[in-house]
C-alpha cells in the first residue's frame, strides 16, 4: 500500500473512531439526564401521592364543620 | 419648737381675705360672690320638690325658691328656727334639679344633722333610693350614731367593692363560654387553613410533576438520537476501515 494513501486512510479512521466516542460520549450524557428526570418524575409523584392522602384526611376532619367564612361571621 | 404668735394665723387669714376683697380676678366664683355681693347672680326659681314643709311656712318656701335661683344666699335665724331642716329641704330640691351638692361645716356635728335631718323618717330624703344606691357620702369623722351606715364612705366603699366584685364574677362566667367558643373556632380555622395549603402544595406538585414529564421526554428524544448517531459513527467507522487504497496510476 503506498505510504500517502495508508496515511489517508488512517486519518479517516481516526476521524471515525473520534466522532463515535463523541457520540457515545453524547449517549451516555442523555442516558444519566434521562435517568435524573426519571427520578425527578418519580419523586414528584410519590409527593403529588402524599400530598392527596394528608388532604382527604384533611378533608375528612373538616366534614361537618362549619364554610370559614360562617366561622368568621361567628 | 417652732413657737408662732397667737395671731399669726389670724393676721395671715385676714391679709387672705383682705388680698380676695381688691383682688377678685384668679379666685373661685363662689369667694368672687361672697365678697363681692353686688356681682352675685340674684333670683328666685320655681320650686318643683313636694316640700315637706308646713303649708304655712312661706318663708321658708321663698328663702329656697331664692337658694335655688341664686349664687350666693345667707340664712341666718337663732338656734331652732328650722335652719337644719330648711337645709334638707334645699338639698332635696336641687338633687331634684340633679345638681351635685356638697354640705360642709366648722363641726362635723352639724353635717351629721344636716343628713340625718335629710334622711330620717320625716325628712325630704326618707326611703330615697339615692341612700340605697350610695348617692349621698358622709366623709370625715362621725360619731352621731343617728347618721347610718349606708351613707358613711367605708361602707358606701365597700358595698361597691361587693358589687364589683360580684359584676367581675357575673362577666368571668360571660367570659368562659365565649372563650371555649373562641378556641373551638381558632381550631377549626386552623383546619381550613392547613386544607388551603395542602391544596396549594398539591397543585405545586403536580405542576412539578407535568414539568418532569415534559423534560423527560425532551431527554428521551435527546436519547434516541444519539443512539442513531452511534449507529451512524459506527458505519462511517466500518466503511473508513474497510475502504481500499487504490494504487498510483
Request: glycine share 4%.
Amino acid at each position: 500500500m503506498h505510504k500517502a494513501a495508508w496515511f489517508f486512510r488512517e486519518s479517516k479512521v481516526q476521524r471515525a473512531r473520534g466522532a463515535l466516542r463523541a457520540a457515545e460520549a453524547n449517549a451516555q450524557t442523555a442516558e444519566l439526564r434521562l435517568r435524573n428526570a426519571e427520578t425527578t418524575k418519580a419523586a414528584g409523584r410519590i409527593r403529588v401521592s402524599v400530598l392527596e392522602e394528608a388532604l382527604a384526611e384533611a378533608r375528612a376532619a373538616l366534614s361537618g364543620v362549619p364554610a370559614l367564612q360562617t366561622l368568621i361571621e361567628e | 419648737m417652732l413657737l408662732v404668735d397667737d395671731t399669726a394665723l389670724l393676721r395671715r387669714l385676714a391679709e387672705a381675705l383682705e388680698w380676695i376683697a381688691v383682688n377678685p380676678a384668679g379666685v373661685s366664683p363662689l369667694a368672687v360672690a361672697i365678697f363681692h355681693p353686688h356681682l352675685a347672680k340674684l333670683g328666685n326659681a320655681i320650686i318643683s320638690h313636694d316640700l315637706t314643709l308646713r303649708s304655712d311656712d312661706q318663708e321658708k318656701l321663698r328663702v329656697i325658691s331664692k337658694a335655688c335661683g341664686s349664687s350666693l344666699t345667707y340664712v341666718w335665724g337663732p338656734p331652732g328656727t328650722g335652719k337644719t331642716h330648711l337645709i334638707a329641704e334645699l338639698i332635696a330640691e336641687l338633687l331634684k334639679r340633679g345638681e351635685c351638692i356638697l354640705v360642709s361645716s366648722h363641726t362635723h356635728a352639724a353635717v351629721d344633722q344636716v343628713i340625718y335631718a335629710s334622711i330620717k323618717e320625716t325628712g325630704p330624703l326618707a326611703g330615697s333610693p339615692l341612700v340605697s344606691e350610695g348617692k349621698i357620702i358622709r366623709i370625715g369623722q362621725t360619731t352621731d350614731k343617728r347618721v347610718p351606715d349606708s351613707v358613711r364612705l367605708a361602707k358606701v366603699l365597700e358595698v361597691k367593692a361587693q358589687d364589683m366584685q360580684a359584676r367581675v364574677l357575673e362577666l368571668e362566667k360571660q367570659i368562659q363560654p365565649l372563650s371555649d367558643r373562641l378556641t373551638a373556632g381558632k381550631e377549626r380555622i386552623a383546619l381550613w387553613e392547613q386544607l388551603a395549603l395542602i391544596t396549594s402544595k398539591l397543585e405545586e406538585s403536580r405542576a412539578a410533576v407535568m414539568d418532569a414529564e415534559i423534560a423527560h421526554r425532551r431527554v428521551q428524544l435527546v436519547m434516541d438520537e444519539s443512539s442513531r448517531a452511534i449507529l451512524q459513527r459506527r458505519e462511517d467507522l466500518d466503511r473508513a476501515q474497510s475502504s481500499v487504497v487504490l494504487p498510483r496510476i
